[in-house]
């Protein structure tokens, strides 16, 4: 007598559950708008120098856009004049500089249609600036930009300030982004050393002198450059100045054959 129990046997179809889920979140993906972060930098500025003087401070960065290795913008201003006291100089990608000049002209307007005379002196808005680049590091989202703040403060000082991408701080007397750091740098802290009561004047000729000698040396630069200089009464971006060059040097230096 046959059994009235089946022997066959229905087991569950095996699911792999690793795909179900890659499955899933490829078609959220696919559906929505995912969030999208800056890698790394694509068009970027080399570097901003600012040294403080006796009676002002001097900003300075060269014109030149970056595209990778190519050169590719030659005539834009990494300098930015935020309102009578202060100007800012940006280091790094400049979509994202372009995009911190958004927020400062809309502060800017805000302080304006106020009209309570109140401003942001250079000490208010490098925290601000310290704030916003910080904000950014801690979502995973940095700006990928240095900043230099040159200026004054309310009581008349003049002020030098330093921020990076994740939001580290400092104040000195001469500061310098990129590869400036390593070239520029110990040239302005020999000037100063040699020269503490250094003017605007001769500030702007030791600029000129350290830029050229970046444009020689650093393969991002390029030897047309803005000084920014906010001094009592004035605060002012130059045009755009092309540095003398003399390559006939290039043939000095040897080992590197």
Known sequence: MASMHSTHMHLPKHVDVQDKVADFWREEATNSNPVKHTMQPIVTGTS????????GVVI????LGSYGSLARFRDISRLMKVNDNTIIGGFGDYADYQYIMKLLNQQ???????GDGVYRDAPSIHNWLRCVLYNRRTKFNPLWNTIVVAGKTYTGEFYLGYVDKIGVSFTSNSVATGFGGYIAQPM?????????????????KLMAR????????DCRALNRFNIGVIKEGECSISEPVAAD???SIGANPSGYE
């Open 188 to 204: 302005m802290r020999k000037a100063i050393e040699e020269n503490p009561d250094m003017t605007v004047d001769e500030a702007k």
């Open 210 to 217: 350290c830029l050229r000698v970046l444009f020689y040396r």
């Open 60 to 63: 300075a960065a060269d014109t």
């Open 245 to 247: 060059t003399d390559w």
């Open 48 to 55: 901003v120098l600012g040294i403080k003087c006796k009676d």
């Open 108 to 114: 800017t307007i805000n302080d304006t249609v106020i």
